[in-house]
């Protein structure tokens, strides 16, 4: 069974820190890229950032540049997005995805989703 497991969300006050992690199970995901995805309530499921299977590759939206870092760890099947100088706007519950599509942007190209973690931001 194929699982995608988030961790490390929690409530934080704006300026601060936390750092997901997401745990694959099931089959090894070295060959995926690996995304973040978030949705804040009323709001449709935007793009956060991704990894290449490599890892040499990332991409991030803009709303998250210079403040979120993804990495990953092949080895463990983890990948980790670190997140710093948050804010109130990101707060949302944040999904971890593996996949093989063209994009890494884009959800389509995601096959496996987890279950998501909240994260919410205090002001």
């Known amino acids: 069974q194929v699982q995608l497991v988030e961790s490390g969300g929690g409530l934080v006050q704006a300026g601060g820190s936390l750092r997901l992690s997401c745990v694959a199970s099931?089959?090894?995901?070295?060959?995926?890229?690996m995304g973040w995805f978030r949705q804040a309530p009323g709001k449709e499921r935007e793009f956060v950032g991704a990894?290449?299977?490599?890892?040499?590759?990332?991409d991030y939206a803009d709303s998250v540049k210079g403040r979120f870092t993804i990495s990953r760890d092949n080895a463990k099947n983890t990948v980790y997005l670190q997140m710093n100088s948050l804010k109130p706007e990101d707060t949302a519950v944040y999904y971890c995805?593996?996949?093989?599509?063209?994009?890494?942007?884009?959800?389509?190209?995601?096959?496996?989703w987890g279950q998501g973690t909240q994260v919410t931001v205090s002001s």
């Open positions: 990894i290449s299977w490599t890892g040499r590759s990332t």
């Open positions: 099931g089959r090894t995901f070295s060959r995926d890229a």
């Open positions: 995805a593996a996949g093989r599509g063209v994009s890494m942007v884009v959800a389509r190209s995601y096959g496996y």
